[in-house]
């Protein structure tokens, strides 16, 4: 069965470095999300991006975050300046297509963050 | 904005006994979708089962079923003859334009 992939699974990195948080989304899918899980706390939703561009953002995903699509299968999230309150689990999602279809959202297993 | 609710923060049941899990959100959207995740100790987001709010008819997947209630904006999970492979955290999740927004989750304990 198809998966969404992620690397790395967990990354330890020092304040204020850049960070790099890799996906391959199942490969038929159109629509790719990042969403964030600090421990102990619910998933939030960060950025969706169709297209090559953000459809969709929240409050959380600020200028220190972007999005990238640099190939036809890669998806990736870029924290610039890493802060101690971004330590995370980091996940990444595909779906086929949009909520006017509310096709299911399949995550990766995650890519967990520690910044110290 | 759409908001998701999830009263209870744990539960412990006996293994094979039926639990439900609740759910209550907050829409002004009259089509939409929900859904039910489970995240194991392993953290990976599950996909339990997932309605359409435009079907009368509840989903059911083996031993998960729904609850669903779209006046009263409710959306309960019921697990059937729970096992230990159930003990997990379960999130609720309504989808919006281009995304999920998630409850904060009930944990769920399946004590031998």
């Known amino acids: 069965e198809p998966e969404v992939t992620q690397t790395p699974s967990h990354q330890v990195t020092q304040m204020g470095q850049e960070v790099i948080l890799r996906c391959v989304p199942i490969?038929?899918?159109?629509?790719f999300y990042w969403y964030r899980q600090i421990l102990g706390q619910k998933v939030e939703f960060l950025v969706s991006f169709y297209n090559n561009e953000i459809s969709e953002k929240s409050e959380i995903f600020d200028d220190q975050f972007s999005v990238e699509r640099p190939d036809g299968s890669n998806f990736t999230l870029k924290i610039r300046s890493t802060k101690l309150e971004d330590s995370a689990m980091y996940f990444c999602?595909?779906?086929?297509?949009?909520?006017?279809?509310?096709?299911?959202?399949?995550f990766g297993e995650g890519s967990w963050l520690t910044v110290v | 904005a759409q908001t998701v609710t999830q009263s209870q923060p744990e539960m412990s049941v006996q293994e094979a006994e039926t639990v439900t899990l609740s759910c209550t959100y907050d829409?002004?959207?009259?089509?939409?979708?929900l859904f039910w995740y489970k995240q194991p100790p392993s953290r990976q987001m599950i996909l339990v089962i997932r309605?359409?709010?435009?079907?009368?008819q509840n989903a059911t997947e083996n031993r998960f079923s729904v609850n669903f209630q779209k006046a009263a904006k409710s959306f309960s999970l019921k697990i059937s003859d729970s096992q230990l492979g159930d003990t997990a955290m379960y999130f609720c999740?309504?989808?919006?334009?281009?995304?999920?927004?998630f409850g904060k989750g009930t944990h769920l304990i399946i004590q031998p």
């Open positions: 309605q359409e709010a435009y079907k009368q």
């Open positions: 999740a309504f989808m919006f334009p281009d995304g999920l927004t």
């Open positions: 490969s038929n899918h159109l629509y």
């Open positions: 999602a595909s779906s086929k297509s949009d909520r006017s279809t509310g096709n299911t959202i399949y």
């Open positions: 829409t002004s959207e009259s089509n939409y979708y």
